[in-house]
């Protein structure tokens, strides 16, 4: 109905009249126009588990003195309507006086109502039940209006409109509300991510103390309870401790946070540790994780091997006396303190024992001595090896004839001759004092201690059979499996001596995403696929959890902008001069920023006023000029949402300006006459400027 047709059919009235036998008297009554009251116009369900229904209620009253018709009230088509509901039934009005009711059973009650309208008396309320039931994994939004109108009167065959008196009416200033409505679906359960899976100490030595953090993440839809970590029993609870001390204590974690507790070592001695503990969840799937632990084991990359200074007894030395027969030596490890490395001394010809010994200062100075009752008589050859904690290894040695004279044939000094003796072995080089039976090996190309092999135990042998020695590039010359281009294997070592450990194996994160197959990363070659990925509509399991995206609601790769329940209005009539608050809420899948664009009136343009505050902001300032022709207008309003990608979506609405200040009653005026005039009477109504649908598109 426009302006014009309202003002048609308002009665007019002389509010005074003049006449020679009549005084009239004027009186006038006011009745508050419909104001309609929404008791929540912001729903947020919160985190209802995926297949399950959450239910709302909100309660829409008429608060004013007059009918108020209100249009159905249905979802608005914006993409997630399927997942939310909506259920009223106007049977169930309410009315602080029931008798108000009463007139809409009478016969000559007949207002101008179309299918699925109601009407909303003073005083009455009816309540309206919203269900949120997703059907998709993830954030949901929806929206739906709750819109008021007036009764228009009937046209006459020729077009025109009759004097009418409306028999309902709508709120003059909030004739049209919008309900947001949001929630969060989650399928209920936790998902359990342990970083990391294996726990690597490196390389201490004894006495010393280092502690480690292991993270426990929730990366599931649901809570996750995790039980207390154990330690297996492969570790010694004397060597390895947990403290659970900030993990919280009643071992529950939201979906996406986490918790952490701490892994202490200590050790006991140089040797290498493997052992395991668990972490017990009530993940579905992964009922309790292990974790390995190691420490001291394979070779520190930073170790460079110790060294050994034999001091005394020189090469070739005679012990003739009943006092022990003492070494002194001096050892040396840039990387750990001498007192911390092991040394041993044995007799490898004669079978005269060995004994172990430890520096007693920092220097490393060593003395050990042997009882002359523990010697064998003749000639023998001691060995002195020193290990650090890496088992790097360091070699001395030297020669001690013990009631025995030189053999003859000796031309070295080194107590070994060229001649077989009783007793003795032959020197395979008697010209050289460094070469004598079972001789410390030394990198020189040289058999040292005469068994037919060269450099063995040294950079430059080749110790366990794999053809390269240290010196060619085998980080592990103890270990057959290692060495430069062996194939990579899940044993915690650096098979290919490329540095990295255990790359392209189960135990590896080779894409680099932080998870490892065996942290139930299903394709460790796409970073973009892990347990803690997002779901994205490509075919693909990205998070690894066998659902593919619509099972689990997924995020489009070139998702778009969605406009939620259309521009926002404090206020959808406003008189001339006035300001109201503007606002859009979107929805973007993927989080990207966004641009809008709002567009000013031509009219306004025209006629040079600027209502929008900002045209670029999310929420504006809209002010209604000075002046408006007639009683009011209406002014269109058109807001386009780009995001990143150029994604667009956009909507088209309409604010109605008086001229004058609305009124937030109906005024009826009665003229009473004396001496039996007569009386009349008129009701004075703002015109209602009508709403223009709202038009929306996405592009």
Same mark, same amino acid.
């Given at each position: ?45 919160? /985190? ?12 829409? %009253? ?55 309208? !109601? ?24 929206? !739906? ?22 028999? !309902? ?91 952490? !507790? ?33 420490? /001291? ?9 110790? %060294? ?101 044939? &000796? ?107 065996? &942290? ?180």
């Amino acid at each position: 109905m426009s302006m014009r047709n309202v003002v048609q059919f308002l009665p007019s009235l002389s509010l005074l009249l003049f006449g020679a036998a009549c005084q009239t008297q004027i009186s006038q009554t006011e009745t508050l126009l419909p104001v309609i009251s929404i008791s929540n116009t912001n729903i947020d369900f919160g /985190n209802v588990e995926w297949g399950t229904a959450e239910y709302r209620t909100i309660t829409i %009253s008429n608060q004013g003195e007059l009918p108020m018709g209100i249009h159905p009230i249905v979802l608005e088509e914006e993409g997630f309507e399927n997942n939310f509901a909506l259920v009223y039934y106007t049977e169930t009005i309410v009315c602080e006086d029931p008798e108000v009711l009463v007139v809409q059973e009478e016969e000559d009650w007949a207002p101008n109502l179309d299918e699925g309208d !109601f009407l909303l008396f003073p005083g009455c309320r009816i309540n309206v039940d919203v269900g949120f039931s997703p059907s998709i994994v993830g954030d949901t939004f929806a929206s !739906f209006h709750i819109e008021s109108f007036i009764e228009e009167p009937p046209e006459e065959e020729d077009g025109t409109a009759t004097a009418f008196t409306p028999t !309902f009416y709508r709120d003059p200033v909030h004739f049209k509300e919008t309900v947001l409505l949001k929630g969060t679906s989650a399928r209920g359960s936790g998902r359990i991510m342990v970083t990391p899976r294996t726990l690597d100490f490196g390389h201490w030595w004894t006495g010393e103390t280092v502690t480690k953090q292991i993270m426990i993440d929730n990366v599931g839809n649901g809570d996750l309870e995790v039980g207390i970590p154990a330690l297996g029993s492969g570790c010694d609870p004397e060597e390895f401790s947990i403290d659970t001390s900030a993990m919280d204590s009643d071992g529950v974690i939201p979906a996406g946070h986490g918790t952490l !507790f701490e892994v202490t070592f200590t050790p006991s001695d140089l040797g290498g540790r493997t052992c395991a503990l668990t972490v017990p969840s009530d993940d579905v799937d992964t009922e309790e994780v292990e974790v390995r632990l190691k420490a /001291n084991i394979g070779d520190d990359p930073t170790n460079v091997a110790p %060294s050994v200074t034999l001091i005394s007894p020189p090469t070739g030395h005679v012990h003739n006396t009943s006092a022990p027969l003492r070494f002194e030596l001096s050892m040396f490890d840039v990387n750990q303190p001498a007192n911390t490395l092991f040394c041993k001394i044995k007799s490898e010809t004669l079978g005269a024992g060995s004994y172990t010994c430890t520096a007693t200062a920092e220097n490393g100075y060593v003395e050990v001595e042997v009882p002359t009752e523990n010697l064998v008589p003749g000639i023998d050859t001691w060995l002195v090896t020193v290990t650090d904690q890496a088992e790097l290894q360091a070699f001395a040695s030297t020669t001690v004839l013990f009631g025995a004279p030189f053999p003859e044939s &000796d031309d070295d000094g080194d107590g070994y001759g060229t001649e077989e003796a009783e007793g003795a072995l032959i020197d395979c080089d008697d010209n050289n004092p460094t070469v004598y039976p079972d001789a410390a090996e030394l990198v020189d190309g040289i058999d040292n201690d005469c068994d037919n092999q060269i450099d063995e135990r040294t950079p430059a042998g080749d110790d366990d059979g794999d053809s390269v020695s240290e010196l060619e590039g085998d980080c592990n010359d103890n270990d057959f499996e290692t060495y430069p281009g062996a194939p990579e294997q899940p044993d915690f070592k650096d098979n290919d001596c490329d540095g990295t450990i255990d790359e392209k194996t189960s135990l590896s994160d080779d894409d680099g995403d932080g998870f490892a197959e065996v &942290d139930n990363d299903c394709n460790d070659r796409n970073p973009d696929i892990h347990p803690a990925a997002i779901e994205y509509c490509d075919g693909i399991d990205n998070n690894c959890n066998n659902l593919r995206d619509e099972q689990e609601g997924c995020v489009s790769l070139d998702s778009k902008p969605v406009i939620i329940g259309g521009i926002q209005m404090d206020a959808r009539a406003i008189s001339a001069g006035e300001s109201t608050t503007m606002t859009l809420f979107v929805y973007e899948q993927d989080g990207q920023d966004l641009m809008y664009e709002w567009k000013e009136d031509s009219a306004l343009v025209s006629a040079g006023h600027t209502a929008i505050s900002d045209t670029n902001s999310q929420t504006i300032t809209w002010t209604a000029p000075d002046q408006v022709s007639g009683e009011g207008q209406t002014f269109s309003l058109y807001v386009l949402v780009t995001d990143e990608d150029g994604n667009q979506d956009w909507v088209f609405d309409e604010i109605s300006v008086y001229a004058q200040p609305i009124p937030p009653a109906l005024v009826e005026t009665v003229a009473t006459e004396a001496d039996g005039c007569g009386s009349s009477s008129a009701a004075w109504l703002l015109p209602l400027l009508p709403l223009v649908v709202t038009r929306r598109r996405r592009s």
